[in-house]
C-alpha cells in the first residue's frame, strides 16, 4: 500500500523518524540544486511505497515545471546533492523520480523497539480532537439479517475500529425505525393471534417455527407474507396506515415499541456472534416526541423553494441540486400534517451535528437517491454541514440475484453461519484430530465467523461481493482462515521456544536476510494503514494488510529456520513475537478472532 510519508505521522509510527530524515535531506538538497521547494509541498508528494527501488519515493514533475527543468534533471539533482546519513542506504533518481531506501538495521531496531514498547497498543493512537459519529447497519427491525445487510455492519464496526484506533473518540450509533410503515405491518399482523391471521399468511408460515428460534425469527416471519397480501387488500392497507398515523401522533398500538425490540434483540444477538455491537440506539419516534420534526418542518416551509400542494402538503424544489428530474420535487410533509422518513433524517443529522465533528452514515447503494436528497434538504434549511456516505454495492450468492427481506428472498445471516460453523468444523477436524470437542468448537465458531467478516470486507464497498465458500473458508488465500492460521503458526513457534522468554533480545544487524527485511518493513506499516483506512474509509485496506503481513510471514517461516538457526535464534524469534503482536492487532481491527491453535 501506498501512503503519503509526511504530515502527522507520530512515534508510534516506525516509519516517522525515516520520513523525517527524508524530508530534512530533500529540503537540503534542492537548497543546493538552486531549487525552491517548500517543506509541506514535499511532503504532500513523498510517499512510502516499499518495493524495489526503495522505500520513499518523490515524483519531481510538479518542482520541474515550476523551475522549468527537465523533470529527469531535477529528480537527478536532488539525488546528487542529497546529505549522507547512516540511517539512509541509497538515494538514487530513477526518471523523474526520487528513490531513498531506509537502512535495514535501523528499520529493524526502530521497527521491533516500537512493537515490544506498545504491545497491545501499537497502531493506535491515544484519544484526542473533535469526536465522530459513525451511523451503521440501521435495518428496520422487521426480522432477520440477510447477508446484504451485513455488509453495511461489518464496514461501519471495521471503520469504526479504525476510526478509534487513530485515536478519533468514536461514537456508533443504530438508527431504529419505530415510525414506517413496515414495522406498522409487524404491529398490525401481530396485533391478532395467529389463529386470526388471513388465510393467505396463516398458509405462508405453517409448519415453519422451530422451538426456541430467535425473536427476530419468531416475529418477522409473517413479514413477507404480509407484504404480499396487502397488495391485495385495501382494507388491511387502511388498516396499516391508520396505525402509521397513530404512531405519529405518539398514540402506537400497545406492543408496538415491545415487537420492535424483541426483533431488535434477535438481529442484534446475530451481529453479536461477529464481534458488532454499537454505543447507542437512535429511535426514530424521539424526533417526534421532543419537537425535533416540527422545528425541522419550520424551516423547511420557511425555505425559498417551499411549495405548498392544494392538499395541504409540502414539498421542497431540489432542482438546483442536481437530482434527477423524477425527484426533484420532495414532499417533507404529508397533507394531512404528517412527517415523513426523509423529514425525521433531517432532525437525526441535525443532532448528530451538534454533537460530533464528524458524521458518517453507512448506506447501501439503494440508498444512494435518499443520501443526495439529504444533502440537497440540508442546504435547502441552511444547514452548511453534510455526512460522509460510504455506500456499498450488494452482496450475492453464486447462483445470483439480489436479496429481499420484503419478497422472501433473503439468504439470512443465521443460515449463513451455521453453514460456515459447519463447513470450519469439517476443515478444521480435516487438520486436527487431536482436539476436544469444546475446543474444535470453539476454534471452528472462531474460523466460520472470522471467515464471514474477511471475505466481506476485504472488497471495495463500491464493488459488489459475490460470496463463495472455497474463498471464505481457504486457509490458502486472501481469507479470514490465511490470517489466522499465521497468527497461530507464529504462536507456535513461540510457544515451541520453551528455553527463552520475551522479550527477546535481538542484534538487527543479524536480520539481514531478503524475507526478513521485507516482513519488518509490512510490521512497519501498521500504523500507517490505519491512518489511511480512518481518513479514506477504505477499510479493505485493512484486510489487504493483514494478508499481505501474513504472507509475507509464511515466506519468512519457509525462508530462514528459527528455532535451528544459531547466532540469529533469538532475534528472529523477537521478529516473529513482533509478527504475532501486529498481527493480532490487525486481526482485533478487522473483528476477526485470534487463535493460538488451530
Request: glycine share 8%.
Amino acid at each position: 500500500m501506498t501512503t503519503h510519508a509526511g504530515g502527522s505521522a507520530s512515534s508510534a509510527d516506525p516509519w516517522a523518524p525515516f520520513s523525517t530524515l527524508v524530508l530534512d535531506g530533500l529540503t537540503a538538497s534542492a537548497r543546493s540544486s538552486g531549487l525552491t521547494l517548500e517543506p509541506g509541498a514535499l511532503a504532500a508528494q513523498l510517499t512510502l511505497s516499499p518495493g524495489p527501488e526503495g522505500d520513499f519515493a518523490l515524483p519531481v514533475h510538479r518542482f520541474a515545471a515550476a523551475a522549468k527543468r527537465p523533470p529527469p534533471e531535477v529528480a537527478a539533482a536532488l539525488a546528487t546533492h542529497f546529505p549522507a546519513s547512516p540511517n539512509l542506504s541509497e538515494v538514487k533518481a530513477t526518471g523523474a523520480y526520487v528513490n531513498v531506501r531506509v537502512d535495514g538495521t535501523a528499520l529493524v531496531r526502530t521497527t521491533l523497539e516500537t512493537v515490544v514498547r506498545l504491545g497491545a497498543g501499537y497502531g493506535q493512537r491515544p484519544p484526542s480532537g473533535p469526536p465522530a459519529c459513525v451511523e451503521h447497519t440501521s435495518a428496520n427491525p422487521t426480522g432477520p439479517f440477510h447477508i446484504g445487510r451485513v455488509r453495511n455492519a461489518i464496514i461501519g464496526d471495521t471503520f469504526a475500529r479504525a476510526l478509534r484506533a487513530s485515536g478519533v473518540p468514536v461514537t456508533t450509533q443504530y438508527y431504529v425505525d419505530d415510525m414506517g410503515r413496515q414495522t406498522a405491518m409487524i404491529s398490525w399482523i401481530w396485533s391478532q393471534p395467529p389463529s386470526e391471521w388471513p388465510a393467505e399468511i396463516r398458509d405462508a408460515v405453517a409448519g415453519k417455527e422451530v422451538p426456541g428460534e430467535k425473536s427476530d425469527a419468531h416475529r418477522g416471519r409473517p413479514y413477507p407474507a404480509v407484504s404480499a397480501y396487502l397488495k391485495e387488500h385495501p382494507d388491511a392497507q387502511a388498516a396499516v396506515a391508520r396505525i402509521v398515523a397513530e404512531i405519529e401522533a405518539g398514540r402506537p398500538p400497545e406492543q408496538h415499541h415491545a415487537l420492535a425490540q424483541a426483533i431488535l434483540d434477535g438481529m442484534l444477538a446475530s451481529l453479536a456472534r461477529l464481534g458488532i455491537g454499537f454505543d447507542e440506539f437512535v429511535w426514530e419516534s424521539s424526533f417526534l416526541s421532543d419537537g425535533s420534526v416540527d422545528r425541522v418542518l419550520e424551516r423547511l416551509r420557511s425555505a425559498p423553494t417551499a411549495i405548498r400542494e392544494p392538499n395541504g402538503a409540502v414539498a421542497i424544489d431540489t432542482s438546483g441540486h442536481g437530482l434527477p428530474k423524477e425527484s426533484t420535487r420532495v414532499v417533507v410533509q404529508r397533507g394531512d400534517g404528517t412527517s415523513l422518513y426523509v423529514t425525521r433524517d433531517i432532525a437525526y443529522h441535525l443532532a448528530k451535528f451538534a454533537r460530533f465533528s464528524r458524521v458518517i452514515d453507512v448506506l447501501g447503494q439503494d440508498h444512494q437517491l435518499h443520501a443526495r436528497t439529504l444533502d440537497a434538504l440540508l442546504a435547502e434549511i441552511g444547514e452548511p454541514r453534510r455526512p460522509e456516505f460510504v455506500i456499498y454495492q450488494d452482496i450475492t450468492v453464486p447462483e445470483g440475484g439480489r436479496m429481499s427481506t420484503r419478497g422472501g428472498s433473503a439468504v439470512w445471516l443465521d443460515g449463513l453461519l451455521a453453514e460456515a460453523l459447519e463447513r470450519a468444523r469439517r476443515e478444521v477436524a480435516a487438520r486436527r484430530d487431536d482436539l476436544a470437542p469444546e475446543e474444535m468448537e470453539r476454534i471452528a465458531e472462531a474460523v466460520a465467523t472470522g471467515a464471514v467478516r474477511y471475505h466481506i470486507v476485504r472488497v471495495a464497498p463500491e464493488k459488489p461481493v459475490v460470496f463463495r465458500w472455497e474463498d471464505a473458508l481457504s486457509f490458502e488465500g486472501r481469507s479470514g482462515p490465511f490470517v489466522q492460521y499465521a497468527y497461530a503458526r507464529a504462536a507456535s513457534l513461540l510457544r515451541k521456544a520453551d528455553d527463552a522468554a520475551a522479550p527477546y533480545p535481538f542484534d538487527p544487524a543479524r536480520l539481514s536476510h531478503p524475507d526478513e527485511q521485507a516482513l519488518v518493513r509490512v510490521v512497519a506499516s501498521l500504523p500507517r494503514a490505519i491512518e489511511y483506512a480512518a481518513r479514506s474509509t477504505h477499510v479493505q485496506g485493512l484486510a489487504s494488510y493483514a494478508h499481505d503481513l501474513a504472507d509475507q510471514f509464511n515466506r519468512f517461516y519457509h525462508a530462514v529456520p528459527v528455532l535451528k538457526s544459531a547466532d540469529e535464534r533469538s532475534s528472529r524469534l523477537a521478529l516473529v513475537a513482533a509478527v504475532r503482536q501486529t498481527l493480532g492487532n490487525a486481526l482485533d481491527l478487522l473483528g476477526v478472532a485470534r487463535l493460538e491453535t488451530m
